[in-house]
Nanobody, 118 residues
């Protein structure tokens, strides 16, 4: 059974930091491209950060809006992908989703709420 379980969301003040985690099970984690997406109220879901599979070198890509502030990483032994979010802004408020992508399959987590507010 495939599972992606996000954690680490919450309420943080502008300028603060959070680290999201996504624990995976039920598939060969190291072979999948892992991504974080987010969806704010009234907006479409959009890509935040992506990290390629271990065999592809683990290269990363970021949305322009988060470059220099967010860092995606993965621990293939723990089957977990992380999103370190620094210098958070109110516009980062959204539900954050973890995604696992292969040539054939795409899996989603249930999402975790991140709220940036004073």
């Amino acid at each position: 059974q495939v599972q992606l379980v996000e954690s680490g969301g919450g309420l943080v003040q502008p300028g603060g930091s959070l680290r999201l985690s996504c624990a995976a099970s039920g598939f060969t984690f190291s072979m999948y491209v892992m991504s974080w997406y987010r969806q704010a109220p009234g907006k479409e879901r959009s890509m935040v950060a992506t990290i390629t599979s271990a065999t592809a070198g683990g290269s990363t890509n970021y949305a322009d809006s988060v470059k220099g502030r967010f860092t995606i990483s993965r621990d293939n032994a723990k089957k977990t992908v992380y999103l370190q979010m620094n210098s958070l802004k109110s516009e980062d408020t959204a539900v954050y989703y973890c995604n696992a992508q292969s040539w054939v399959y795409s899996y989603w987590g249930q999402g975790t709420q991140v709220t940036v507010s004073s």
